[in-house]
């Protein structure tokens, strides 16, 4: 009942972690250096019907990369499922379903994981500490900082001033493509692991409840199948990010 209580006030039911040990670690430069790709990474074609920076998937395009779908970019955070699709929204895009998300992370194989099904660990970012948070310090975070506007993690810092503190000690995340083994049969990169990614619910969901989480996060893999659709419109926290997609022109 205090769960369901909470939900309806915040917008999302609050889950608990068992604390585990581990120090903040700031996340340096927006962009860091591609490692040089190994044999089994998959070329870029950029000869089909979708824009430079997205891979076709059957009728859609994705973003290769995590917002801000930049090669070796910091991928975004703190943006909740409405500003997320504004975000895209803003570019010509939408978010992606988590119809079209899953359909991209299984393949043509309906496989686990992108790259298999049998799980690989340390081949996507899945495999960080987890560290404590101060629920407190993340509430403090401005929603003026998640703007449509932002186009780097440090424009995103910069944007929420002092409340950017606790997000900076607890970000984890590798730029996109910083391991390239971690990527489909389409050429999409870090759909599991890195950061978690808001999708909306082809379903359409209930009301003030529209998004699924998919591929958690870097303290967590999980298969392509799996969801997390107890988070409301509103939710934001330090490891959920985003990637957008459009129809096939």
């Not at 340096?28 to 074609?45: A, H, I, N, R």
């Not at 209930?206 to 699924?212: I, L, P, T």
């Amino acid at each position: 009942m205090l769960l369901s209580l909470l939900a309806c006030v915040t917008g999302h039911t609050p889950t608990f972690h068992r604390a585990h040990p581990g120090e903040g670690r700031d996340s340096g430069t927006d962009t860091v250096p591609l490692d040089s790709p190994p044999v089994d990474s998959v070329p870029v074609d950029t000869s089909g019907p979708c824009p430079d920076g997205m891979a076709t998937v059957q009728d859609v395009c994705m973003d290769r990369y995590e917002a801000p779908n930049v090669p070796g970019a910091l991928p975004l955070v703190m943006y909740t499922w409405q500003e997320s699709g504004a975000w895209c929204a803003a570019r010509g895009k939408r978010l992606c379903t988590d119809a079209e998300w899953q359909t991209a992370c299984e393949g043509g194989e309906a496989r686990a994981y992108p790259y298999g099904n049998a799980y690989d660990a340390g081949r996507c970012n899945d495999e960080e500490t987890w560290l404590v948070y101060s629920q407190e310090a993340l509430d403090a975070w401005p929603a003026s900082a998640s703007s449509t506007a932002v186009e780097s993690l440090t424009q995103l810092y910069e944007a929420a001033g002092s409340a950017a503190g606790e997000v900076r000690d607890l970000y984890q995340g590798e730029g996109g493509g910083v391991n390239p083994g971690c990527v489909n049969d389409y050429g999409v990169y870090d759909l599991v692991g890195n950061v978690e990614e808001w999708t909306t619910r082809a379903d359409g969901g209930e009301a003030s409840f529209h998004g699924n989480l998919k591929g958690r996060y870097w303290a967590e893999s999980r298969t392509c199948q799996s969801n997390v659709t107890v988070h409301g419109d509103t939710f934001r926290f330090y490891e959920i990010g985003f990637r957008c997609c459009s129809e096939v022109q």
